[in-house]
């Protein structure tokens, strides 16, 4: 079942998901806005009642599927919440905004339009080259959250997705979105813990479809590093994989580059996913 959600999830987001309807953080922020107008309010403002905040809608939905107790509904239901966890429509817009900018040969257009991704993700490393950063955008949105649902299923999609929502909220300095129910203090933290494992996981993946000597290297300065910040960690193991001359940075060439990169990495993961699930290691 957990094979079959994820194929058809990464399929239909790659297909049909057309609208913003599909995008977590439309209902990260309706559940924000919930908390600020009834008595979770009391629960998210305590320092530890927050933790329980952040993991309610997670827990709600995983009660209700194992009080079902139905295959079908679990497969219906994990399949639509990992959709939504992967929806980043959006960014897939800005991402054709770039394309079309650097086809027409409009740089400042195109500058633009990855300076709005790197904004609304809440990245701060403004040396990172447009392929580093969607190489961290494809992580945030896909391959941590099908790591989190390969762990924790719907829970740890839904977890993880509101953890992303409130920092990139927290990054934007965005106070109507998450200081009437959130520590803002704590969403870093979490967040840098939420990524910390992926993050190395899916480096030994870019080694392994890449560079390997190269990436394990990187990679390996890092591993033990529990203090080292995941995007640099992404992106530095990424460039070791797929190293490029400086004078492709920020071009077409760096981004495609970057991106086939991402997805040769997130289609390895796919296939040791089929391999345990056939061998019977994951359910």
Excluded at 14 to 31: E, T
Excluded at 179 to 200: E, Q
Excluded at 239 to 252: C, I, K, V
Aim: aromatic fraction near 14%; charged fraction near 15%; charge should be negative.
């Amino acid at each position: 079942m957990t094979l079959i959600s994820m194929l058809l999830a990464l399929i239909i987001e790659r297909l049909a998901v057309r609208s913003d309807a599909w995008q977590a953080s439309r209902y990260a922020s309706a559940y924000v806005r919930f908390t600020a107008r009834s008595g979770l309010s009391k629960l998210a403002a305590n320092s530890l009642g927050w933790y329980l905040w952040l993991i309610l809608p997670g827990a709600v939905v995983a009660l209700l599927l194992h009080l079902a107790d139905s295959h079908l509904l679990s497969l219906v239901v994990n399949t639509l919440v990992l959709l939504v966890g992967l929806g980043c429509w959006h960014y897939r817009q800005l991402y054709k905004q770039y394309l079309n900018a650097m086809d027409r040969g409009d740089e400042e257009a195109a500058f633009i339009a990855m300076q709005q991704i790197r904004t609304d993700m809440g990245s701060n490393k403004e040396q990172h080259s447009y392929g580093q950063l969607l190489v961290w955008l494809n992580f945030r949105y896909y391959a941590a959250v099908v790591f989190w649902f390969l762990l924790l299923g719907a829970f740890g999609v839904i977890t993880y997705a509101l953890v992303r929502h409130l920092q990139e909220a927290v990054a934007e300095d965005d106070a109507a979105s998450y200081t009437a129910c959130s520590n803002s203090k704590a969403v870093p933290c979490v967040a840098h813990w939420a990524n910390w494992f992926p993050a190395r996981l899916f480096g030994l993946g870019f080694a392994l479809v890449g560079h390997f000597s190269r990436a394990s290297t990187a990679l390996l300065g890092y591993f033990l590093d529990f203090t080292a910040d995941n995007e640099q960690v992404v992106v530095d193991v990424a460039t070791a994989a797929e190293p490029l001359p400086a004078d492709s940075l920020n071009t077409l060439e760096d981004t495609s580059y970057m991106v086939q990169l991402a997805k040769r990495n997130m289609l390895f993961f796919l296939a040791f996913t089929a391999i345990l699930t056939l061998s019977g290691w994951l359910g």
